[in-house]
């Protein structure tokens, strides 16, 4: 019973932080890209996808074309968007990439545009693609398509950095929330799907809740996020 009402009030808290917000029940960050130097009032979470981006940024160089593929509100976009030539951000969700289409309307260098990962077109387009928290919300009978989509749309020796959560359960909770699909996503498994669709292992480092900085080893391991290149 305790169990129910705490996912009741979860579920609560959830919907009304996204009246206010662009953040999707939790399922996205809403950081303003004017607050991004604010970075210790961020919550967990914010901090968590900051440094995410702040990895992939390590990577980016001038005259790169960045693919930031499931962009959410787009802010990690504009910092890409900051050293490299080109961005185009992609989600989904119409509305939301109109509203930030909106916010970032002065940012000249990067598109917002809505469209389905799994119906990308773009052949050997770009240097770098960034896909953070993204596989998991397709079925795992889909993800070897989305895979197969980035490297297509990457030139030849183009990087790819995405992330996932770590050995995440099916549990009641994520069933009740019904954003992910794909559960138990653990290194062996990352490797299958990345030989299947051609694409060559660089890295793997592991993020937490805890610290939030991503390296290649860790006690616990709530992330893991994988750099791998199209030969």
């Known amino acids: 019973m305790i169990k129910i009402i705490k996912v009741i009030y979860e579920i ?15 399922e996205r960050v809403d950081i303003k890209y004017d607050n991004i ?3 210790s009032n961020f919550n967990i979470y914010q901090k968590s996808h900051y440094k995410r981006y702040e990895f992939a940024n390590k990577n980016i160089f001038a005259g790169d074309i960045v ?6 509100t787009g802010y990690g976009s504009v910092l890409i968007s900051e050293k490299a030539k080109e961005v185009v951000a992609v989600d989904i969700d119409k509305k939301l990439i ?24 773009y052949n050997n387009y770009f240097d770098k ?11 795992e009978s889909q993800i070897l398509n989305v895979l197969s989509n980035f490297h297509n749309s990457m030139k030849q020796g183009g990087m790819l950095i995405f992330s996932v959560p770590y050995m995440q359960k099916n549990d009641y909770v994520a069933r009740k929330m019904g954003f992910h699909k794909t559960f138990l996503i653990d290194e062996n498994k990352i490797k299958k799907w990345l030989f299947k669709t051609k694409l060559e292992l660089v890295s793997i480092n592991y993020q937490n809740y805890q610290d939030h900085q991503i390296i290649d080893e860790i006690e616990k391991k709530d992330f893991i996020i994988i750099t791998c ?3």
């Open 67 to 72: 693919g930031d593929m499931a962009c959410g």
């Open 229 to 231: 290149k199209k030969n």
């Open 37 to 39: 130097k604010k970075y």
């Open 98 to 121: 109109d509203k930030i289409k909106k916010r970032y309307k002065h940012v000249n260098n990067t598109k917002f545009i809505c469209m389905n990962l799994l119906d990308l077109k």
């Open 12 to 26: 609560i808290i959830f919907k009304m932080r996204n009246y206010f917000t662009l953040e999707n029940g939790g």
């Open 129 to 139: 693609i960034i896909s953070f928290e993204t596989i998991e919300h397709f079925e």
